[in-house]
């Protein structure tokens, strides 16, 4: 049962692991709150899986989490993904948290 091992990866720290169980929006965001505990190749193939608007409502979601912590992260993942996220998209994105 892939949620069980989602489930059991994430209890135990196992972040990038738990990500490639889990199906679910809210379990997603929930998990990239240990994105800075996570490897960016992961997190760069992980977004690659996602629909454009899933990608981005995911990267938002980031950002809400903490610019600080987070902008590096974002950053990587847009600059991997720029085309199928859409330029314009991203451009909101980080304008609506004055990422100038």
């Not at 196992?14 to 199906?23: N, Q, W």
Request: glycine share 4%.
């Amino acid at each position: 049962d892939k949620l069980k091992i989602a489930m059991s990866c994430e209890n135990v720290g196992l972040y990038d692991r738990a990500l490639e169980f889990y199906s679910d929006m809210k379990d997603y965001k929930r998990v990239l709150g240990h994105a800075p505990n996570m490897k960016i190749e992961h997190l760069q193939n992980f977004f690659g899986q996602l629909s454009p608007d899933e990608a981005i409502e995911c990267l938002t979601q980031l950002l809400k989490n903490g610019v600080r912590a987070n902008l590096r992260i974002v950053v990587e993942i847009a600059k991997k993904w720029s085309e199928q996220f859409t330029p314009k998209a991203l451009i909101e994105m980080f304008e609506s948290f004055s990422c100038y």
